[in-house]
């Protein structure tokens, strides 16, 4: 009987072990490894990698792997350089990586991944020395966007101006570009009264520079932010200078950082993707690759998550269709 009932519980963990995590690949349970993963976003302490760090956390939690977040306490490339310094003398298995300076990061990643760490980075269409890079969508397609309809708030004339964290952040100068390329071509009568300002992700710079902008540019209409930060910064400015409905502020952002403005008109759309769900996606990328299943990291590949079940793969860079706009109407849905 006793050799039974052991039988028994023995069968009982195999079926156990086997059984794959909801969210995961399944990776520790079915392949019998602990993977250690580090996310290292452009800098901590700010609501957008916050709610990274969520995703993270939760991708750690379904999957039993040590999955955690550790990056600079201001947007400096410098910093993030030895952050990851630091994560190859851990002998980190991967690492993912949302560069502020892509360039900087190319020789530590070089490094890094000749360790044998896999990389994957986002908001870093254009990086080289990485294993994979997930986008959300396509970069062109969301800046024209917002060009689309900061010209129709515009009434398709007059003066903007356009904000970037920095001029080294990748997927941001995309967006900036595609959206002046779209406002050349279809609002002629629209103008860009200045080259691209940066915030370095700072909601205080955000809100200094539009003030200077406003004083500089009495007759401007429109602002295009791109770090979360911009467009709240930018509509505090506005709303202290009595500009509501004069000036109109598109960007992306966040719910928990731009809702005041969107509810007072200060700021009239966001867009956005979850940030959670951009980290939980680049850790599952990284335990498929090192559990061997690079080969399945392909066009129309699924990884199981909102924005992310259809993926393109071009080069290097996959691509998502996970964006969503927001706007005074729609803005409870959102709680992050």
Not at 82 to 89: P, V
Request: charged share 25%; with cysteine; hydrophobic share 45%.
């Amino acid at each position: 009987m006793k050799r039974l009932l052991m039988v028994l519980a023995i069968l009982c963990l195999l079926v156990a072990v086997s059984v794959q995590v909801p969210g995961g690949n399944g990776a520790v349970s079915a392949a019998g490894k602990k993977y250690t993963i580090a996310t290292v976003p452009k800098v901590s302490g700010i609501a957008w990698f916050d709610r990274m760090s969520e995703g993270v956390k939760k991708f750690a939690k379904d999957t039993g792997h040590e999955a955690f977040q550790v990056g600079p306490q201001k947007a400096d490339a410098a910093l993030q350089v030895q952050i990851i310094e630091d994560l190859i003398a851990q002998k980190v298995d991967a690492i993912c990586v949302v560069p502020f300076s892509q360039e900087a990061l190319e020789p530590v990643l070089k490094k890094a991944r000749s360790r044998g760490i896999v990389v994957i980075a986002h908001e870093a269409s254009g990086i080289q020395n990485v294993d994979f890079d997930i986008e959300a969508f396509d970069n062109a397609a969301y800046g024209a966007h917002f060009m689309d309809h900061l010209a129709k708030l515009m009434g398709e004339e007059g003066e903007y101006a356009v904000f970037v964290g920095s001029l080294t952040s990748k997927s941001h100068n995309e967006w900036v570009d595609a959206s002046i390329k779209r406002q050349k071509e279809k609002y002629p009568k629209m103008k860009l009264v200045t080259e691209r300002l940066e915030t370095y992700d700072d909601q205080k710079i955000a809100y200094q520079k539009t003030r200077e902008l406003l004083k500089a540019y009495p007759n401007l209409k429109g602002i295009q932010g791109s770090a979360m930060a911009d467009a709240p910064g930018a509509a505090l400015a506005v709303e202290e200078m009595g500009l509501i409905g004069k000036v109109h502020i598109v960007g992306t952002s966040l719910v928990s950082v731009a809702g005041k403005y969107l509810k007072s008109g200060a700021c009239s759309l966001i867009g956005f993707w979850d940030p959670a769900d951009a980290g939980y996606a680049m850790n599952k990328l990284a335990v498929m690759i090192l559990d061997g299943k690079r080969d399945q990291i392909k066009t129309g590949l699924d990884l199981g998550i909102p924005g992310y079940r259809n993926l393109k793969l071009q080069g290097k860079v996959l691509y998502g269709s996970a964006w969503v706009d927001v706007t005074k109407e729609n803005m409870d849905k959102y709680n992050f």
